[in-house]
Every structure is written in structure tokens, then in C-alpha cells.
């Protein structure tokens, strides 16, 4: 059972993407994927200025257990990255929709965002999956 | 459909997310394989492993047979109780299974194996026993518990039998029985404890009374980087039947001496012995950032030297670290490639960590 934060859109690969209003957007992991993958031991970031295309690849977030791909809900470029993981990458299993926070990006085409699932789309997704 | 152990039922209880493994489903961990590790590591911890074989040997070619069937000699056995860890192979020298076998008396021995092998190495050790006078029980009757950790032994020997009670006094590697209970100062993890094997319609309530007195449940995913960072092999991983001992790192378990005693696979491996070709088994401990990870390959420059056999991440040490096959004129370090990228690893001897710590200097 999931219970989604309402300000944000999600992913079906399962990050959350919040418009910040200042034309920035913040994205990382549910809380839902941090429990499928377990503790995490290491986060490997975009770089800033890194270009990324909506669906591919950009981080890569390693569990006890595995490797697992974070894919861009949205094309854009990379403003920021959130340091605090490098040296703890827990800080995604503690706080995954808050301070567990991946990357900003400012978006190409906020009309990607549509496109997108709202809380209650990934609520139905993840019960579907359980 | 997977088997379940006779302790299923509390794993669930206890909030377990079970995985299959070797046939069984199994508990990967009860909410964080982190803490599980350190509980372990500064505690007490318990796992079930109940899904590994208990094999009685009895009769009385059964001290021939042995000697016949394992690399290691249980010749070396003298005193009741007393185990052996030893490598089981086939007529290449390549490991059928890894195994502990204890010395319960000259016509009685006891094995046990892993789980996935189970129906394979029962099969191997009824068609090896032509001509040896035995008889092979697997006593699925019995559950197996592993309760380690420097608390450990403090923490179980009040729930024991007064005989049992005298565990405490078990130097590393001996076992004491009393009826169909059975305990053992061996283990998977580094650290000090028990291994008991317990009567199945007993296990639940065992289980229960361990953790009622402080012993925390870790599941497998614990047991992987506990074992890991303890040096210690896994089979179907670090070794399997096209490896021999000699490049898993187990050249020490390869009991040589008498030079007359003919074990299964030892033509082959006295080759292999004097091949200066032959792979190195080696520990990595990763300088660069990243997670080592199973089959990962290796290089030293633009040449590739060899692959991953076991990795992960090392909660002792907060670093990456693995088991790796390499070519012999390894250096003292070499490159890991991570999706794509060449990422440097220090090449050292296993194990990494064992009671509570660090035993590398990094």
C-alpha cells in the first residue's frame, strides 16, 4: 500500500517529479521503489549542465542487492544535484519524497509533465503491483 | 512451488520479506539487511538454515568412504565432535559441493550440505559408495538454526539442555549432541556462535525463546556480506563444478598428504597443482566510487585478467568490496569496469572483516 504526496507527478519507472514553481523541477525515487531495492549504499548522480532526454537513463541508484536505473521523467537540463548523497545514500530510504531529493532539472517542455501519473495513478499502479 | 522450512511461519510473523533460494523460500531480511548485519557483527543475530541437508553417514566403510569421496581428509578428525570443512569433486577436479562433515564416532559421520546441491550431491554420494559398506540418511527431520555474533553463545546457552549448557567450553570447530539436539561452535558470518541443529517439531518455539532473550532474525541478504567480508566462499558463485579448489582460494582444504590416498579428482588437481598458469583467487576492495558486483570484469591496462566472483558492499568496512578469479601476474591493484567505466580496486588478501571489525588496513 502506497500513500503518494498529491503536489507531485510520478513515473511508471517510479520517480516523482515536483514543480517547484520557480521553473525548476525536483526528481527522485518513491518511497515505494526505496523499499523494493533495500538499503541503499550508493547514489551516482548527473552532472550539472548535463543535458537529459524525458525515459533515459541519468542516475543510478545501488541497493545491498543491486543496481538499479533512474530514468528522466522530463527532458530538460540539470540545475542541481543533491550532494548529501554521496555520503549517504540512506538519506533516500529515510526521506525518499523529501530530503532523500535526487536532482532539479529545468525542463524543456513542461507539457511532459501531462503526460505523467498523479498520486492516485501511482497509488493504483503500485496496488496493482503488490 | 518453492519448500518451506518448519520456521516459515515465524518468519512471517516477524515481518521477513521472503525470497526464493535453492528451491526454498526464504527470508531475505526482516526490514533492513544493514542493521541485520550489524546486530551480527556487534550483537547477536539468527538465522534459519534449515534449508541446508543434514546427511548421516553410518557403517562401517564409512571412514574409507570418506576419505574416498572429499578432498579433505577426515583422517585429521580424532576427537568426537571435531568438523571438517572440505570441497566434494568430481573426476575433474571441479567442486560438486562445499560441506562441513563432523566426526561423531568411527562408523558414524555427519554432513551438511547446501541446499540447491542437495538432490545432486545425494545422488553423486550414493553412486560413489559402491563397494563401501554405509548407509546415507538425510535427516530432514531436523532443523537448523545459526545463532552468531559476539553475544552469541552468552545468549543461547541459558535456553540449552544442562548437558548443552557445556557448548560454552566448545573450541571453534566442535560440536556436542544431546538426543536429536546438536550444537556446533562453527559459522558463516566471522563472528563466534553456534550452529544447532534442533528437532523440526522443536525449531518455532527455539526460534522464538532466541528472540525473546535478544537474538535478533537476519535473513540471507545479511549472511551474503557477513560471509563475504569473512572470507568465505559461496557455492554455485565463488566455485562450482568446472573450478577446482585450487582457484576458488580452497588450495588450503586440499589435504595432499598421504600421497597414497586417492580422493575423487585428486589426478587432475595434482596437474593443476603445478600449472603456473592457474587463476588466483583473490579479494578487491574498491578505491574508486561505485558497488563491486557479481561477474564484473577486470582489467590491468587494456588487458582483461579476470572477473568477479562474488560482490557488494561491505557495511564494516563502508566500501565496496569482492572475491575475484584473475590471471596469476596480478598486480596490487586493477581496474573494475562499471557500466562502462574503469573504476580502480586494491587487490588484497581476504578476509576483510571478522569479530566486530576490520582486519584490513586501508
Not at chain 2, 54 to 71: E, I, T
Request: aromatic residues 8%; proline residues 5%; negative net charge.
Amino acid at each position: 500500500m502506497s500513500n503518494a504526496p498529491t503536489d507531485r507527478r510520478y513515473a511508471k519507472s517510479h520517480e516523482w517529479i515536483k514543480d517547484e514553481g520557480d521553473g525548476s523541477l525536483t526528481i527522485g525515487i518513491t518511497d515505494h521503489a526505496q523499499e523494493l531495492l533495500g538499503d541503499l549504499v550508493f547514489v551516482d548522480l548527473p552532472e550539472v549542465g548535463q543535458s537529459l532526454d524525458a525515459g533515459g537513463d541519468c542516475a543510478v541508484v545501488e541497493s545491498v542487492k543491486a543496481a538499479s536505473d533512474v530514468y528522466s521523467p522530463v527532458s530538460g537540463e540539470v540545475i542541481a544535484i543533491n550532494d548529501v548523497l554521496d555520503g549517504a545514500p540512506e538519506t533516500i530510504n529515510e526521506d525518499a519524497f523529501g530530503d532523500g531529493w535526487m536532482f532539479k532539472v529545468k525542463a524543456s517542455d513542461m507539457s511532459e509533465l501531462n503526460g505523467l501519473l498523479d498520486a492516485e495513478g501511482y497509488d493504483a499502479l503500485v496496488a496493482e503491483e503488490e | 512451488m518453492n519448500k518451506q522450512t518448519v520456521l516459515y511461519p515465524k518468519h512471517q510473523q516477524m515481518g521477513a520479506k521472503l525470497v526464493p533460494f535453492g528451491g526454498w523460500d526464504m527470508p531475505l531480511h526482516y526490514g533492513s539487511q544493514l542493521q541485520e548485519h550489524h546486530q551480527v557483527r556487534q550483537d547477536a543475530g539468527m538465522f534459519d538454515v534449515s534449508h541446508m541437508t543434514v546427511v548421516d553417514l553410518q557403517g562401517p566403510g564409512v571412514k574409507s568412504y570418506l576419505r574416498h569421496l572429499l578432498a579433505n581428509d577426515i583422517d585429521r578428525l580424532k576427537n568426537q565432535g571435531k568438523a571438517l570443512y572440505s570441497c566434494m569433486l568430481n573426476e575433474q577436479g571441479g567442486v560438486v559441493d562445499d560441506l562441513i562433515v563432523y566426526y561423531l564416532g568411527d562408523e558414524w559421520y555427519r554432513m551438511v550440505v547446501n541446499a540447491g546441491t542437495t538432490e545432486k550431491d545425494l545422488a553423486w554420494m550414493e553412486k560413489q559408495s559402491a563397494g563401501f559398506e554405509l548407509k546415507l540418511t538425510p535427516r530432514r527431520d531436523l532443523a537448523m538454526i545459526a545463532v552468531q555474533g559476539p553475544n552469541a553463545k552468552s545468549k543461547t546457552l541459558p535456553l540449552l539442555s544442562e548437558k548443552l549448557q557445556q557448548a560454552g567450553e566448545l573450541k571453534p570447530f566442535n560440536a556436542l549432541a544431546d538426543g536429536d539436539w546438536f550444537v556446533a561452535s562453527t559459522g558463516y558470518t566471522g563472528e563466534d556462535g553456534f550452529e544447532i541443529m534442533v528437532p523440526g517439531d522443536r525449531a518455532a518455539d527455539f526460534w522464538q525463546a532466541l528472540s525473546d532473550a535478544g537474538v535478533a532474525p537476519c535473513g540471507l541478504g545479511a549472511r551474503d556480506t557477513l560471509r563475504l567480508e569473512a572470507g568465505m566462499n559461496l557455492y554455485g558463485t565463488d566455485m562450482d563444478e568446472t573450478i577446482s579448489p585450487l582457484e576458488a582460494g580452497l588450495a588450503w582444504t586440499v589435504a595432499w598428504e598421504p600421497e597414497e590416498r586417492q580422493f575423487i579428482g585428486r589426478e587432475p588437481l595434482e596437474a593443476q597443482r603445478k600449472d603456473p598458469q592457474k587463476k588466483k583467487f583473490i579479494g578487491l576492495v574498491l578505491t574508486g566510487r561505485g558497488v563491486l558486483r557479481n561477474h564484473l570484469k577486470l582489467f590491468s591496462g587494456e588487458q582483461e585478467i579476470g572477473e568477479i566472483t562474488s560482490g557488494g558492499f561491505s557495511p564494516t568496512l563502508e566500501r565496496s568490496i569482492a572475491f575475484a578469479r584473475v590471471s596469476p601476474d596480478v598486480g596490487e591493484s586493477c581496474d573494475v569496469e562499471i557500466r562502462g567505466k574503469r573504476v580502480p580496486a586494491q587487490v588484497v588478501k581476504p578476509p576483510f572483516a571478522r569479530q566486530g571489525k576490520a582486519v584490513l588496513a586501508l
